[in-house]
DNA sequence: AACTGAGCCAACCGCCGAGAC
DNA sequence: AGTCTCGGCGGTTGGCTCAGT
């Protein structure tokens, strides 16, 4: 029946570790390598859970690891990823190549969340405290219009929740590439807002449902149209603790077909601000994004900017060092998943300014 | 010098999906 | 088919350090 326990819980050793007990782990894994992680106490002699000891090495005496602080940069992108991904620290560690996704948790549990709490800035949904207390007013007023919040409802659930060959989010075909997306807001205007004027004081809590099902309508789309999607990475992505709107919906199968996750571990320059920066330029300059054809790109795992397409992938880390073997030889300008999860947040910014609420400069 | 509280971070806890048995 | 462990994850805690009193 199973498998035998890894070990006898009450009898291992716990708590820090020594020095002596490093040098052992790490004989061990140059003489044999990673992995089958319960026989490693045994094998090297050590008087720890199995588990223990992968902990240790992962996060601590992996060679490949830094130890040293982490920089503006670095610090910039762990913001701007929680702001896109939540507290998906073992995803924002992978764009911090030589960064564990301990070490991103205890970074922003100790400095970030108060750097930003002194800013004003709500580290939770990254939005100012008066726009907070500002929503929270609204909320109240929702409260005590109660025909009018089940009304509110009732059309956020129809447009919003609805299958995708409903979804007024996604119009179009949803087995092509044509598949357009609308911004939800507009989809609200039309089906609800437009005939009732009161409905307009409901926007900035709409604006926080909007945002989260964007985040949410991302991850979904893109991990079912890609033909690798078994991955632990989807399912954490996708699980019911990270988001309190969670629908089930049937998957939007599109023509292409990517390994989405290889945008997760992969980008030739994650930072990539000086580029970003630029872009976001350019984007300005160039007036209002194509926000709406564009959308669809992620969903194919392909993003544009502007005229440019970056629909392949470089596979460098932050400081452009190789981090995995999965490489697009036609890469010409890189991107990632991530990077695009940004870059969409900056185009529906600068597209509805009057709507979405204000950006901010950490 | 002794105490206290905050800051920090390594390690643990508990949950989950995948897979072994 | 059911039970269990493994590996991975995010959340939490224990204990160390250090500045302030």
């Known amino acids: 029946m199973g498998r035998p326990p890894c070990c006898d819980k009450s009898n291992v050793k716990r708590g820090l570790w020594t020095a002596e007990e490093d040098a052992k782990i790490l004989a061990h894994v140059s003489n044999h390598g990673i992995g089958n992680w319960t ?3 045994k094998k090297a002699g050590l008087n720890r859970c199995g588990k223990s000891c992968r902990l240790r090495w992962t996060n601590y005496l992996r060679p490949d690891l830094k130890h040293d602080n982490f920089t503006p940069q670095e610090e910039e992108l762990i913001i701007n990823l929680h702001k896109a991904i939540g ?3 073992s995803l924002i560690a992978r764009e911090l190549p030589g960064r564990t996704d301990n070490d991103v948790k205890n970074y922003w549990n ?3 969340r108060k750097k930003l709490s002194k800013m004003g800035i709500d580290p939770v949904t990254h939005k100012p405290f008066s726009q907070m207390l500002s929503d929270y007013g609204n909320i109240n007023w929702i409260s005590n219009t109660g025909n009018q919040i089940a009304s509110f409802n009732k059309n956020l659930n129809s447009n919003l929740f609805s299958k995708p060959e409903s979804s007024p989010v996604l119009t179009g075909s949803s087995s092509s590439n044509n598949v357009t ?3 939800p807001i507009e989809q609200v205007q039309e089906n609800s807002f437009a005939s009732n004027s009161c409905s307009w004081e409901l926007l900035p809590q709409f604006q926080v449902t909007n945002h989260e099902i964007m985040q949410q309508h991302l991850f979904n789309e893109v991990s079912s149209s890609c033909s690798s999607s078994s991955s632990t990475t989807v399912t954490q992505l996708n699980s019911p603790r990270s988001y ?3 629908q089930s919906q049937p998957p939007i199968t599109t023509s292409s077909s990517c390994l989405w996750s290889e945008f997760l571990i992969s980008d ?3 930072l990539g601000y000086s580029d970003f920066q630029q872009q976001q330029q350019e984007q300005d300059s160039h007036g209002v994004m194509s926000s709406i054809s564009t959308q669809n790109d992620i969903f194919q795992g392909k993003f544009t900017s502007g005229n440019e397409d970056f ?3 470089d596979q460098r880390g932050i400081n452009g060092n190789q981090t995995n073997n999965y490489t697009d030889a036609s890469s010409s300008s890189a991107s990632s998943f991530v990077d695009g ?3 969409k947040d900056r185009e529906m910014r600068s597209q509805f300014p009057e709507l979405l609420y204000p950006s901010f400069d950490y």
């Open 39 to 41: 026989m490693v106490p």
């Open 87 to 89: 507290s998906r620290w």
């Open 110 to 112: 100790t400095k970030l």
């Open 181 to 183: 997306l609308k911004p």
């Open 244 to 246: 309190t709107c969670q």
């Open 268 to 270: 030739s320059d994650p």
């Open 311 to 313: 629909g392949s992938y």
């Open 341 to 343: 999860i940004l870059d």
